[in-house]
């Protein structure tokens, strides 16, 4: 018995320790690497690196290392060396909020992240009260509209809509006007899902038939029988693997024939791995990095593609996905900002807002006061899978 | 005696001059989310405590005062003054519906009937379309207003957090030593025997499940507006789970025990957030679920009444600590 309380004691202890030091932590600095010179700039990042979203989070958390090494090996900006400091928000937004105030208490000069949309927008409202320049990495549009209300946040993954006219101009160029609709439903489909229906609406496309299935259904043979009902000319998804695959399979053992055309949520070889056979013929728009050997060369981002896929293969032998571009196109923007505007977080902001012509991973970025992700329909292209492999369409 | 009328309003008063020494909004964020856990643990408590009922399906009451906040405020337009009360009612009333056919149930049929009730509520969130605004969530949220007063900022929102949870402290503590008190903890060491001494334990029951449906709604109502945006993410099992857990953790039936769980709970997290990177460089939130597996099985295995049973252990001498689970009088 005595030693039970003893251990009791120890626990409390243990426990009194634990509040100590995760307080102190927040007071103290990371310190900047051993580099003479110049005091080290700091910027944070809060990712999705376990937890649900853990596949965005881990490839954006290994670019950013890598880059951060890379930027402080060839002098680092205008000689003062990058102090990244990563947080795990654990694909939690309670989580993000916290992560991203003790960031701001260590005076970090932007912050980075998050990598899905809920915890990026459970941050907004502190980076807006705190005055600190953010760039998600995450999809929806909503996080940087409306812009009035999201002066300090920015972001580099394409929205929903630069996706949405790209299927579009692909449906009317091919005279299509009566579509399926079938999303998965979650914040990703549903983001594509309000898209979708008012783009295709201000270009005369008819919705004949919308579906939803949950990310977790096995078989989507309900939803696509009544498509095959529908005089529907082509079928758009907006669903991720294994969904998305699962979708696949079941639209080629139903005989449907119409143009089977996917939202760049399954551009990984994921995809076509769990869907084998039945992925090939499926249209859909992708970033450059997936397709840059055929890119070509005359493409601006063809340098920018071909470095980024060497420096991180050599790196991590394996080779980069778009998740690790949004963040690549993020710490870019951001140092390229901090070079002009110097360490002051206003300055930074204005200077991110001015962006122009910006070659990233993920297509030119044109920001302005009205648009604070910058990109449009150029930064994507259309993609055809055949024999299991990408192949540019165009 | 004399000893506790002072420590008591000195412990408070010293709580309350900590936003004052620590000028950190990350320090007061973390009490902030410390404090709304612990209103919710508080009704959980009394639940499991001393009704001796379990529930994994309060993250759904949790949900429910914070969507009534958000759908309120930014579909109706109510005042945000308004709309907190409707936060606390609204689960209140649910529970009062759903209380009387589950909580016939008893012990594992009760715990999975409540954990239904929060997988239904928690498709409800995601698909309420333009109402709950679906997966994406209800973003614009407005600050909590009260008569001129704006809770727009952690200094304050810390304040408001603080006061409302030692009110209900204060409301609990003389709870628990009334007769209604009593009654409860009889059931949750013998609902046959409680009933044999006359209580209407079915009116009991419902009762706590409603108090603490309406503690859980209530810090929902305080979440939506301290973070001004809402999803159904932070509503499901899993943060069920975890508000079992503080209570366990905290000790059940005891009166610090849900400050104590909720507080252990966060900054655990929190500090391995730090703490393991310096142990394993590179490593993410995966590792810090194992450290943070392996410190609750050692503190079940070593201590299972819960940490709030902790001060007594030190009081008295080993012979006299009092057995598993039975609450003690002196608080």
Known sequence: ?394 | MWKKAILRPAAVLLLFAVPLLIKSNYLLSILIVIGLYTIIVQGLGILMGYAGQVSFGHAAFFGLGGYTVAILTTRFHWPTVLALPAAALLPGVIAAIIGRPTLKLRELYLALATLGFGILVHIAFTEGKELTGGPSGITGIPYLSIGGLTFDSDIKFFYLVWITLFLILAGINNLVRSRVGRALRAISESEHAAENAGIDTAKLKLQAFIFSALLAGLAGGLYAFYVTFISPSPFGFHASVQFVLMAVIGGLGTFWGPLLGAAVVVTLGEFLRWAVPLVIPGAGGEYQIIFFGLILVLLMIFRPEGLGALGKCLKLSPEKMPGTGIPSKDI
Not at chain 1, 187 to 208: P, Q, S
Not at chain 1, 255 to 278: E, M, R, T, Y
Not at chain 1, 343 to 365: H, Y
């Open chain 1, 1 to 394: 018995m005595i030693k039970k309380t003893n251990l009791a004691v120890l626990l409390a202890l243990l426990f009194a320790a634990s509040i100590l030091i995760s307080g102190c932590a927040s007071g103290q600095d990371a310190a900047g690497k051993d580099t003479p010179g110049e005091e080290p700039y700091k910027i944070g990042a809060v990712l999705d690196i376990s937890g649900k979203a853990s596949s965005l989070g881990m490839p954006e958390r290994d670019t950013l290392l890598m880059l951060a090494d890379q930027l402080n090996a060839s002098g680092g900006i205008n000689g003062h060396p990058v102090d990244l400091i990563i947080l795990d928000n654990k694909s939690d937004e309670t989580e993000a909020v916290l992560a991203v105030k003790t960031l701001i208490e260590k005076d970090v000069l932007a912050v980075l992240g998050c990598s899905s949309s809920g915890p990026s927008m459970a941050m907004i409202d502190t980076v807006q009260k705190e005055k600190v320049p953010m760039i998600s990495l995450a999809a929806a549009s909503s996080i940087v509209e409306p812009v009035k209300d999201r002066q300090w946040v920015f972001k580099t993954a394409q929205s929903d809509i630069v996706t949405v006219n790209k299927i579009i101009g692909y449906l009317k160029e091919q005279g299509i006007t009566k579509v399926a609709f079938l999303y998965m439903n979650n914040a990703y489909g549903d983001g594509g899902k309000k898209a979708f229906a008012a783009a295709a609406r201000e270009n005369g496309i008819e919705v004949v038939a919308e579906e939803k299935f949950d990310a977790s259904d096995k078989d989507m043979t309900p939803q696509l029988t009544r498509v095959k009902a529908s005089p529907a000319q082509a079928a758009v998804v907006w669903a991720i693997p294994p969904s998305a695959s699962i979708l696949t399979r079941n639209f080629r053992d139903i005989g449907l024939s119409i143009p089977l055309i996917h939202s760049h949520g399954v551009g990984n070889q994921k995809f076509i791995d769990l869907a084998q056979d039945a992925a090939d013929g499926v249209i859909l728009p992708i970033g450059k990095l997936t397709v840059a050997d055929q890119i070509p060369d005359s493409d601006p981002q063809k340098k920018v593609l071909e470095g980024y896929i060497n420096d991180y293969s050599k790196k991590y032998n394996a080779p980069p996905n778009s998740f690790g571009g949004y963040a690549w196109d993020a710490f870019n923007l951001l140092v390229s900002a901090i070079e002009k505007a110097g360490p002051d977080r206003a300055a930074i902001r204005d200077q991110l807002e001015k962006t122009r012509g910006f070659i990233g991973v993920s297509g030119v970025f044109n920001m302005s006061p009205q648009d604070h992700n910058g990109l449009d329909e150029d930064s994507m292209v259309l993609v055809q899978i055949q024999d299991g492999k990408w192949k540019l369409l165009e």
